[in-house]
Structures are given as structure tokens and as C-alpha cells.
């Protein structure tokens, strides 16, 4: 008799996630052989063991949260190339013996994308990424595949750079004191760091200098409206959150577990919204 998958997402915290919400309502729709998508805490200072005590309990799969990401890339035996082109591994599968790594954040910012974004905002145009964390690395590499010009801007411009020379695909770094010399130059504008969540305030980009026609994104999906997009409404210039990418890489994970791409429903949408 074969086992009922078990999958689930590990972070350091991780009780804000709501993957589970997301993981589950597809193993209902449809009928996966599978228990409960579960949060664990795992402290990085014992990822190995923690990872391998889940594996002997029959974990199957599981997706990676912050700051586990460059972890687990380090734990997987056998990684993709995406994995391997950002250096972070946001989904882990075991399986026959092997730990598989993978990163479905490229591929789920990709799809969260409005086909006519790219073709307008990103092929061919300029696209600055603001920060340079685990959730940056995934975006640039994803604008690279879209055919877009990098920029990547950074509190600690340090990080930049190690990410510049990691990527080795062409991409500048900007100076954040230098930044209101280029935004009006850019047609594609992402927030890949924390600033907007809870109380704070992403004030890095003076909107008044942005271009009209440019295309702006927080990855941050609560609150829904972050101040960052705020701005950018105010000045009826094109924006969107994170909302799609979760559900996109979240879809990605569970098709490499279950064999079956879900359907991003407006019923799992209203569900993740109410929150
Ligand atoms: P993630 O994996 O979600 O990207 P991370 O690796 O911790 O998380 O990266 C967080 C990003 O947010 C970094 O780019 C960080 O800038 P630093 O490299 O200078 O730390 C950025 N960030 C966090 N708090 C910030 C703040 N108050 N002002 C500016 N940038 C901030």
C-alpha cells in the first residue's frame, strides 16, 4: 500500500506563512492522496537534523521559507538549474533516497506577470530590483530569462555587488545615493526587500521622478496595499503585489509533488484576500 503524501513548509518563523491555506485547498479540489500541509519550525542552527528527523517521519516534500533558503540549497543532493542559478532552494522533494532541490520562485514570478507587462515593462527595457536577499536573487534571474536590463539597488551596496558578481549575467549596481539620478530611466520597478511590512514605510524611490508609463511591484502581498504602491497609485502609474507569485510558486511546488499544475481559482483567491 502506498504511504498519503506529506508535505509542508519550513521557516524560521514560520507561522505567518500561509502556504498551508493555499497547499491545502488544492489537495481538496483535487482529491490528492495527502495529509494535512503542515508549518514547522525549523532553527537554523539545526537544519540537518531537523530536516532529517521530517524525512524519517515520511515528509515527501517540503517548500522553504525565509532564512532557510540558502540551507537548504546546501543540504539537496541533486539541484535544478535554477536552483543552481540562484543559489537558493525554495522546495525540497525526497525521494528514492535523494534530496531534490528547487527553486519555483523564478518560474511563479514569471507567470505572475501580465504577458503584456513583459513585453512593454520588461524584454529590452530597464528593470530595477530594490534589495538584495534571497527574494532579489529569484527576481533577477526571472527578469534575465524575461530579456530585461538589471539594475539592482541596495541598502548595503556590498550585497549588490556580491550578487552582481554571483549572477555573472550583465546588470548594474546602483548606488542608493544615486538613485534618484536613474528611477526616471526605468520602466520596471520591484521591492524585493522587507520595508512595507508591518509598520514600516519603503521610502527608497521618490515617485515624483518616475516615469508614467513604468510598471511597479511589491512582493509584499499583506498588507495588500503597501505604501510603496500607494504611491504609485497616487500617480495612476501601473502596480501590482505578491499575491500571484505565491500562488504561482506555491502551484510550481505542488506540481513537482503531486504531478498536477492547480488552478489559481478565484475561490482560493477570496480565501487568501479575507485574510
Ligand atoms: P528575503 O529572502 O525575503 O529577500 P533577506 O535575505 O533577509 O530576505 O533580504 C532582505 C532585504 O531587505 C535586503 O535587501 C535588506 O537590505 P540589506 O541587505 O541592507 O540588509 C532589505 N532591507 C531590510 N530592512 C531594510 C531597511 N530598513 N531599509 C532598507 N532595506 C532593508
Not at 548595503?156 to 548606488?175: N, P, Y
Not at 536613474?182 to 508591518?198: D, K
Amino acid at each position: 500500500m502506498t504511504q498519503s503524501k506529506k508535505t509542508g513548509v519550513i521557516g524560521f518563523p514560520v507561522d505567518h506563512s500561509t502556504s498551508p491555506i493555499i497547499h491545502n485547498h488544492w489537495i481538496k479540489e483535487n482529491n490528492i492522496d495527502a495529509v494535512n500541509y503542515e508549518k514547522i519550525n525549523i532553527d537554523p542552527k539545526h537544519f540537518e537534523k531537523g530536516v532529517r528527523d521530517l524525512i524519517e517521519g515520511g515528509m515527501s516534500g517540503l517548500n522553504v521559507t525565509v532564512p532557510l533558503k540558502e540551507l537548504a540549497f546546501s543540504f539537496a543532493e541533486e539541484l535544478t538549474d535554477v536552483s543552481k542559478q540562484t543559489g537558493a532552494v525554495n522546495t525540497l522533494t525526497f525521494k528514492e533516497g535523494t534530496v531534490f532541490g528547487d527553486n519555483t520562485d523564478v518560474v511563479g514570478f514569471q507567470r505572475s506577470l501580465d504577458p503584456e507587462v513583459v513585453d512593454q515593462n520588461i524584454n529590452n527595457k530597464n528593470c530595477l530590483v530594490l534589495g538584495a536577499g534571497g527574494a532579489a536573487r529569484a527576481v533577477i534571474c526571472a527578469i534575465h530569462n524575461l530579456g530585461g536590463r538589471v539594475y539592482i539597488c541596495n541598502r548595503t551596496l556590498e550585497k549588490a555587488q556580491q550578487i552582481q558578481r554571483f549572477f555573472q549575467v550583465e546588470s548594474e549596481v546602483v548606488d542608493q545615493k544615486d538613485l534618484g539620478d536613474v528611477v526616471g530611466e526605468m520602466n520596471f520597478i520591484v521591492n524585493t526587500t522587507s520595508l512595507g511590512l508591518g509598520n514600516t514605510n519603503n521610502t527608497m524611490i521618490d515617485f515624483i521622478k518616475v516615469d508614467r508609463g513604468a510598471f511597479v511591484y511589491d512582493l509584499i502581498y499583506n498588507p495588500k496595499l503597501t505604501s510603496f504602491l500607494s504611491e504609485a497609485q497616487k500617480r495612476n502609474i501601473q502596480h501590482q503585489n505578491g499575491i500571484k507569485m505565491l500562488v504561482e510558486q506555491a502551484a510550481e511546488s505542488f506540481s513537482i509533488w503531486h504531478n498536477i499544475l492547480p488552478k489559481n481559482s478565484e475561490l482560493l483567491m477570496n480565501k487568501l484576500e479575507g485574510l
